[in-house]
């Protein structure tokens, strides 16, 4: 399972660096600006990453829901509580994002897995 | 100001009754799911309804902004907590979630002035 | 509310002239499959009249959603059979179609009273 | 052919059991709304799986698509019929769906290989 | 027809100075990489603006398509120009764009009014 | 790195030859009147290809994006000019985009190996 994880954070960081190494201002301060829109603020980090990650399942795109599970996970995100995200995702945004739920829980499992599971406490 | 929160509601609960008055079984679960998935859980209320703020945002639906925000405003979400999720609006899905985000700033003030600033408190 | 009918056909029929009239070949090209794939075939008008609308519904467009309305007005689809569209466009499409909903309910209501109710026969 | 038939529904049943299995009621209702919302009512199981076929072809979800292509083809749906399913697909989605009828066709094939080809009766 | 051009432009001028007045570090650094985007560089003013139309029209935004259509005329764009533009918007992006482009097609109109109209040259 | 290139070509080639022997008029149409609307006309057939890629971008869809990123390479864009079409894409799309724009630079580095290197001239 855990070759889930390794295998996308290898070729995410690798087209990361070829992205960011091809000088154009756009793409590196669009990077900048996603750092700083995550770190702690009015909201704490794990809002902000639920939030990376509702946003993600609503608009459908597995990596960017991978890179936000792990945060999450990250975070100290409970079981209850990634599912209740998963939720709210699959009300707003419909029977079409279920596909991308069942990748989401493969993928919280893998992360459960290697780095254990997060404990509930508010 | 008031009288664009006021329009809203008023067009909103009329035609949601006639949803419900069709006695369409799929439409009425829906809308009950969507009471249930807004409930206090392991998840607090307030952060479910910027979860569903960013989703109506980044898929850009105005009356469904319109209503999280209000709710947002009941939740006692400041100023600068509803900015922050705008910030991670518009770095997820893009610029061209700026107009929703004009006419949300503009709904946020007539909700401010109508209801009172709330003022943050973590 | 056949003033809400009369307003939306007027501007669509002007504009649609200007947009002929431009002398595009692929705008031109694209109106004609558009008339092309509604006709009768394998499938009845009446189906594709409703695959149209559900489409319309869950890529969230207000103006295709009015025009398949009242093409299915026209094939003498019923109330039970209307809101059974809705369903599934709600269900697929998730919440986020909801304010859209509200909008055909009543877009419907005005075409069933402009041309009466049609009543339901398989 | 068959293989890729039998992965996906590998998968998904797998799946859809975890995420049943989490006993988070906002999921599973929105399961049994989805079970509800193509059952035989004022319209048929057919024209319902079509209405869940095209929706899942405008929105783009590959898995989606292969789950309402095995309906339609329990349902009888026949090649011409499928095809004139497909071709408002693309003219409503535009383009952008061309590369998900690719994976539709190959998959309908597999289907007609592995339950034989329907035949249409109208 | 100017009333157009100004109302949108007024209450654009005036929501966005809301926006970066809120003192959101995340909403003002996108404003600016907005602004680094469509400058000049290995690719034209020109060419830049017409990417931003054809994605605001495929992505159905009605308020950034005016925005890059003021731009485009700006730039010297001719009918024909921006009508090919509109070809891809509407191949691409299907004929849920057609409203859309309906809009767009009066907007053009209103451009061309106030400020005379284009002539191509390459 | 070019088997990246010949799988996607020959798949779709392979699969474009059922879609056009299935003998579905709208099908067929919609294949012309895309190889019409890319075909050089007001705008240079150059210009036309970064308007189908950054569709394909905001779009999200990765096929599409492979399709319009070998044209570009034929047309002579050079990497700046690429990396140009990406920056806004991403920023008009959002970082949602990124994940594509990471497989997008990947192809692009195959065709340069494979093609040779575009070097800018305006």
Redesign the interface.
């Given at each position: 399972m855990s070759k889930l994880i390794e295998e996308f954070q290898d070729?995410?960081s690798r087209?990361?660096e070829?992205?960011l190494g091809?000088d154009?201002?756009?793409?590196k301060?669009?990077y900048?600006?996603?750092t700083?829109?995550?770190q702690e603020?009015?909201?704490?980090v794990k809002?902000?990453e639920?939030?990376?990650l509702?946003?993600?399942m609503?608009?459908?795109?597995?990596?960017?829901i991978k890179y936000h599970l792990k945060k999450c996970h990250e975070e100290g995100i409970?079981?209850?509580?990634i599912?209740?995200?998963?939720?709210?995702?699959?009300?707003?945004?419909?029977?079409?994002?279920?596909?991308h739920?069942?990748?989401a829980?493969?993928y919280w499992?893998a992360l459960n897995e290697k780095y254990g599971v997060n404990t509930?406490t508010?």
């Open positions: 070729y995410r087209m990361n070829k992205i091809a154009n201002k756009v793409m301060r669009i900048s600006v996603d700083l829109a995550y603020g009015a909201l704490s809002t902000k639920m939030l990376g509702v946003s993600s609503v608009l459908r795109c597995d990596d960017c409970s079981n209850d509580e599912f209740e995200v998963f939720g709210i995702a699959n009300l707003v945004g419909g029977t079409i994002v279920i596909p739920t069942r990748r829980v493969e499992e509930h508010n």
